[in-house]
């Protein structure tokens, strides 16, 4: 079995023990140790770090086995240890984030499905490799969420849509509803610390830079510690002010931006003019929406929404009540509009492309073996075929009917001969099925077209 050392800067990390494949040993050995620099590798006494999942200033995140559950379940350990160019308040600051991040997962990670449990939070005190003096780390152990963050998921597959951007809204309105409810602001909300799991879920990661908020008359204010991320963050945060619920849905409304324009906020903000300007880069959207996002956008705090409830309420707002008593009418009610034909799906589509195709060629063999003149064969074939690409439409045949029709076609020209005009039967038969063939063939490539051009226009 592979195990990953997390010391900074091991020159060789892997490690590979044949020994502990075998399950009751993995589970009862107390220790293992980095055959380059003697880091201790099984964290916490449980958990075995197996790939790197990412790294910055403050430390590590790896990709970890729980060997004490029946699975060996995976989690995420992230570890904290900050470069050596941080002055001592700065080292401070960053701990108590770290800390923080523990405390807020375990207050509301096991509450809320849309935010990671916390497992384990832990020091570790090593000797330096070099002999020299010892050094402490910090773990913490939390679920892992088996996707893809949205940053990832916009440069995978494009722009979003209005409706997965309004999706993508109100799911984490709720989750911030919930935060801010609890008394913290998350204060780093961006597309990279959104992930959709692969059942479709999304979840708020990386509570790393959370504040909790001040509660009581005899506590004051406190300004932002400076823990954002350049061009998400509104104007109280970077100018080290007051952070509020208003602060995570101007991050919110500028994440959604990003993922409905595929521009990065820079490009969305006129500084100039000190406004946004990011219809000029979207795809129509609702008023109702572009309406929201204006105002989650202000740049005072007290203009914005105050609070995620009410985000999710200008989304869906209450019917008006409608108290007045009307008169019966004195004419009879006007027909109600026929309900939307629903669209064809790709599958259809092709479905009955290739069916088309398969009853021209019958069709048009029948014509000429029973019609002397190309004229009246043309007329024929084109207004039966009409016929037949309007009945589809209508949905007057669909479904079970289209081979069934397909099929007596096929056997009628089995049984009278005198309608192939002398080919065999094979042949025909192969004919139709070539054309019908070649129909799904052109309506695809057709199709992949039209949707090029759609995402491109």
Same mark, same amino acid.
């Given at each position: 079995?592979?195990?990953?050392?997390?010391?900074?800067?091991?020159?060789?990390?892997?490690? *590979?023990?044949?020994?502990? /494949?075998?399950?009751?040993?993995?589970?009862?050995?107390?220790?293992?140790?980095?055959?380059?620099?003697?880091?201790?590798?099984?964290?916490?006494?449980?958990?075995?770090?197996?790939?790197?999942?990412?790294?910055?200033?403050?430390?590590?995140?790896?990709?970890?086995?729980?060997?004490?559950?029946? #699975?060996?379940?995976?989690?995420?350990?992230?570890?904290?240890?900050? $470069?050596?160019?941080?002055?001592?308040?700065? =080292?401070?600051? &960053?701990?108590?984030?770290?800390?923080?991040?523990?405390?807020?997962?375990?207050?509301?990670?096991?509450?809320?499905?849309?935010?990671?449990?916390?497992?384990?939070?832990?020091?570790?005190?090593?000797?330096?490799?070099?002999?020299?003096?010892?050094?402490?780390? !910090?773990?913490?152990?939390?679920?892992?969420?088996?996707?893809?963050?949205?940053?990832?998921?916009? &440069?995978?597959k494009g722009q979003f849509s209005e409706a997965e951007v309004t999706e993508v809204?109100?799911?984490?309105?709720?989750?911030?509803?919930?935060?801010?409810?609890?008394?913290?602001?998350?204060? /780093?909300?961006?597309?990279?610390?959104?992930?959709?799991?692969?059942?479709?879920?999304?979840? @708020?990661?990386?509570?790393?830079?959370?504040?909790?908020?001040?509660?009581?008359?005899?506590?004051?204010?406190?300004?932002?510690?400076?823990?954002?991320t350049q061009g998400f963050a509104p104007p109280e945060q970077m100018q080290g002010?007051?952070?509020?619920?208003? #602060? %995570?849905?101007? &991050?919110?409304?500028?994440?959604?931006?990003?993922?409905?324009?595929?521009? +990065?906020? %820079?490009?969305?903000?006129?500084?100039?003019?000190? #406004?946004?300007?990011?219809? &000029?880069?979207?795809?129509?959207?609702?008023?109702?929406?572009?309406?929201?996002? %204006?105002?989650?956008? @202000?740049?005072?705090? *007290?203009?914005? !929404?105050?609070?995620?409830?009410?985000?999710?309420?200008?989304?869906?707002?209450?019917?008006?009540?409608?108290?007045?008593?009307?008169?019966?009418? @004195?004419?009879?009610?006007?027909?109600?509009?026929?309900?939307?034909?629903?669209?064809?799906? $790709?599958?259809?589509?092709?479905?009955?492309?290739?069916?088309?195709?398969?009853?021209?060629?019958?069709?048009?063999?029948?014509?000429? *073996?029973?019609?002397? *003149? +190309?004229?009246?064969?043309?007329?024929?074939?084109?207004?039966?075929?009409?016929?037949?690409?309007?009945?589809?439409?209508?949905?007057?045949?669909?479904?079970?009917?289209?081979?069934?029709?397909?099929?007596?076609?096929?056997? =009628?020209? !089995?049984?009278?001969?005198?309608?192939?005009?002398?080919?065999?039967?094979?042949?025909?038969?192969?004919?139709?099925?070539?054309?019908?063939?070649?129909?799904?063939?052109?309506?695809?490539?057709?199709?992949?077209?039209?949707?090029? =051009?759609?995402?491109?226009?």
């Amino acid at each position: 079995m592979e195990i990953l050392c997390t010391r900074p800067g091991c020159s060789h990390p892997k490690n *590979s023990f044949s020994d502990i /494949d075998d399950p009751k040993i993995l589970k009862t050995i107390q220790q293992k140790y980095c055959t380059t620099c003697g880091m201790p590798l099984i964290l916490g006494g449980r958990y075995l770090p197996v790939r790197l999942l990412g790294q910055g200033g403050f430390g590590a995140a790896f990709l970890a086995r729980d060997r004490y559950t029946p #699975t060996m379940r995976f989690c995420v350990v992230k570890q904290f240890q900050p $470069s050596g160019h941080l002055t001592q308040a700065a =080292l401070d600051i &960053a701990q108590g984030l770290f800390e923080r991040e523990a405390v807020v997962l375990e207050q509301l990670g096991q509450k809320h499905q849309q935010i990671p449990d916390l497992f384990a939070f832990f020091p570790l005190i090593v000797p330096s490799p070099s002999g020299g003096q010892e050094t402490q780390f !910090f773990y913490l152990v939390q679920e892992f969420i088996d996707g893809q963050d949205l940053e990832a998921e916009l &440069a995978t597959k494009g722009q979003f849509s209005e409706a997965e951007v309004t999706e993508v809204m109100e799911e984490i309105l709720k989750v911030l509803q919930y935060v801010h409810e609890n008394g913290s602001i998350h204060r /780093d909300i961006k597309p990279s610390n959104i992930m959709r799991d692969k059942g479709g879920i999304l979840y @708020l990661l990386d509570f790393g830079a959370v504040k909790q908020v001040a509660v009581g008359a005899g506590n004051a204010p406190k300004g932002s510690t400076g823990i954002f991320t350049q061009g998400f963050a509104p104007p109280e945060q970077m100018q080290g002010q007051k952070v509020y619920p208003a #602060t %995570d849905l101007y &991050a919110l409304a500028v994440t959604c931006l990003n993922l409905l324009t595929g521009k +990065p906020p %820079d490009q969305l903000f006129d500084s100039y003019h000190n #406004t946004w300007n990011w219809k &000029a880069y979207a795809p129509q959207v609702s008023d109702r929406l572009a309406a929201i996002f %204006d105002r989650l956008l @202000l740049p005072t705090p *007290s203009e914005r !929404f105050t609070s995620a409830a009410e985000v999710l309420q200008a989304f869906n707002p209450p019917p008006t009540p409608n108290t007045a008593i009307q008169p019966p009418p @004195l004419t009879p009610s006007p027909r109600p509009p026929l309900a939307p034909r629903p669209r064809f799906s $790709s599958v259809e589509l092709l479905k009955n492309a290739g069916f088309t195709g398969f009853e021209a060629v019958l069709l048009i063999i029948a014509l000429k *073996s029973l019609i002397p *003149s +190309p004229g009246i064969i043309v007329a024929v074939a084109c207004i039966t075929i009409g016929g037949l690409i309007f009945v589809q439409y209508r949905r007057i045949l669909e479904g079970k009917d289209l081979p069934i029709i397909a099929g007596l076609s096929l056997f =009628l020209m !089995f049984l009278v001969p005198i309608i192939r005009g002398g080919l065999a039967f094979p042949i025909v038969a192969m004919m139709a099925i070539l054309a019908g063939s070649g129909a799904i063939a052109v309506t695809a490539l057709f199709r992949l077209i039209y949707q090029l =051009l759609s995402r491109l226009l």
